[in-house]
């Protein structure tokens, strides 16, 4: 199994990004699907996630409201959509993917980073 995260760069406070996360190697629409952050010093953090089927979602508090998760399970590719991006958010973001019957992330990609300025 493969993942590859992309779509990570610099921005201004206020900002928009648009990551992507290419799955091959696997049934993508057998996998839930989530996008990690580690901040510097801080531990990963699941702020987003995603069932196989794509229809249900979940988003950590820190998040709703300006993040957005969607896949289109026909190009084996996941979507973090980040508005009103703020300094807090900076870090490296990290796609992860389970089988639906399991609780925790079994395949992880390589982190792509992101950096808001203030």
């Known amino acids: 199994v493969q993942l590859q995260a992309s779509g990570g760069g610099l921005v201004q406070a206020g900002g928009s990004l648009k990551l992507s996360c290419l799955a091959s190697?696997?049934?993508?629409?057998?996998?839930?699907m989530g996008w990690f952050r580690q901040g510097s010093g801080k531990d990963h953090e699941l702020i987003a996630a995603?069932?196989?089927?794509?229809?249900?979602?979940t988003l950590a508090d820190s998040v709703k409201g300006r993040f957005t998760i969607s896949r289109d399970n026909a190009e084996n590719t996941v979507y973090l959509q980040m508005n009103t991006l703020k300094p807090e958010d900076t870090g490296v973001y990290y796609c992860?993917?389970?089988?639906?019957?399991?609780?925790?992330?079994?395949?992880w990609g390589q982190g792509t980073q992101v950096t808001v300025s203030s």
């Open positions: 190697r696997l049934t993508f629409s057998n996998y839930d």
């Open positions: 992860a993917a389970k089988p639906s019957t399991r609780t925790s992330y079994l395949y």
């Open positions: 995603i069932t196989g089927d794509g229809g249900a979602a």
